[in-house]
Nanobody, 126 residues
Framework: QVQLVESGGGLVQAGGSLRLSCAAS????????MGWFRQAPGKEREPVAT????????YYADSVKGRFTISRDNAKATVDLQMNSLKPEDTAVYYC???????????????????WGQGTQVTVSS
């Protein structure tokens, strides 16, 4: 089992920045590929960004490319999401997720993740 706890959400004005963090515990963090997903009211959960087990590989949804950056620290067992130039359409609950071998099929498919955090709310006002 891997336990994931997100933090850093909040209310920010459009154009502002937030940094989300996800702390992992349980099994060896460096064995897992990590991702951030988000879900807005009435919408399906969608991928935001993902990073491979050693931090060398990252993928981003087109909607956040150039604005968001995912990073991980295996020594601290954390994965962060730096969000800049936020837009009202970025408003959602953001979830951290850990994926094993199935991640390699499609890193942006939520079905390929095994463990999920409880989520943190991000609200961007216009």
């Amino acid at each position: 089992q891997v336990q994931l706890v997100e933090s850093g959400g909040g209310l920010v004005q459009a154009g502002g920045s937030l940094r989300l963090s996800c702390a992992a515990s349980g099994r060896t963090f460096s064995n897992y590929n990590m991702g951030w997903f988000r879900q807005a009211p009435g919408k399906e959960r969608e991928p935001v960004a993902t990073v491979g087990y050693n931090g060398a590989t990252t993928y981003y949804a087109d909607s956040v490319k150039g604005r968001f950056t995912i990073s991980r620290d295996n020594a601290k067992a954390t994965v962060d999401l730096q969000m800049n130039s936020l837009k009202p359409e970025d408003t959602a609950v953001y979830y951290c997720a850990a994926g094993g071998i199935r991640w390699y099929r499609n890193p942006l498919d939520r079905q390929n993740y095994d463990y999920w955090g409880q989520g943190t709310q991000v609200t961007v006002s216009s």
